[in-house]
């Protein structure tokens, strides 16, 4: 079979990005578990709207037919077989309907939202796919599988430790996923913080362990002198 209409589809794909980023700005939010992604994206939308921004907020996994199907696997709904042992999912799959979810999530949202001069505000997105699963598996071929997803405007890392993000899910949530263990946010904290530890001007780290509001005001303050609202 010809490979034309694959590439023909890839360059339409990379036009559509790029017209999209110049119409709305992309804002994502990353941090481990407990990290306050979640609150703060819905304060920074507030704090948009005061302002006459239009903005949408989304997430990873998203709310899609993939991203459900994360969801329930990182719950454990879903599982091997028993033939196959009824064990978790294996890593490398994870990965990759991730990196699905996320080619989805882009064309059926977030690329939309842009293109309609909409912010965006994506709780998680492409590094936590480096921070999570590239702990566990090969980082470049993470990094490879999920090549085609568009660069944030800003990237705001919530750096927090991982005691205080532990007591925060507990107190929030009835059922932890698969990543919420105490060795594995580690390592994914330590990982966060080595793919920011030379970050470029459209990432700014902000100290999470604070309380709540002053977590806030530096996120705003970030906001304004980089993007300007």
């Keep these: 079979m010809s490979p034309a209409p694959r590439v023909q589809s890839t360059r ?10 110049e119409k709305g700005k992309f804002v994502v939010l990353e941090g481990i578990d407990g ?12 704090h948009l709207a005061e302002r006459g921004v239009k903005s949408v907020i989304t997430r990873e ?18 599982r091997l077989p028993e033939a196959a042992g009824g064990g978790e999912l294996p890593k490398e799959t994870i990965a990759l309907l ?4 996320r080619i989805d999530h882009l064309a059926g949202e977030i690329l939309p939202a842009l293109e309609s001069g909409a912010w965006v505000l994506s709780d998680r997105y492409v590094d936590s796919s480096a921070a999570y699963q590239g702990t566990l598996i090969d980082l470049e071929w993470v990094r490879q599988i999920n090549r085609y997803a568009i660069r944030p405007d800003l990237t705001l ?13 507990t107190s929030s949530r009835v059922q932890k ?15 966060y913080r080595k793919l920011y530890s030379n970050p470029p001007p459209d990432v700014f780290r902000v100290d999470a362990n604070q309380p709540v509001d002053r977590v806030y005001d530096d996120m705003i303050g970030a906001v304004k002198r980089l993007l300007g609202v």
């Design 35 to 46: 990290a306050g992604t979640t609150t703060q994206a819905a304060r920074l939308q507030r």
């Design 12 to 21: 339409r794909w990379t036009a559509r990005r790029s017209r999209a980023v």
């Design 61 to 78: 996994p998203s709310d899609g037919p993939v991203g459900t199907v994360i969801r329930n696997a990182l719950r454990g709904r879903i």
């Design 177 to 191: 996923d698969i990543f919420e263990t105490r060795e594995l946010l580690v390592r994914v904290a330590d990982s």
């Design 157 to 169: 890392f919530f750096d927090v430790d991982v005691d205080a993000a532990l007591a925060r899910i």
């Design 98 to 101: 991730f990196a699905a979810d």
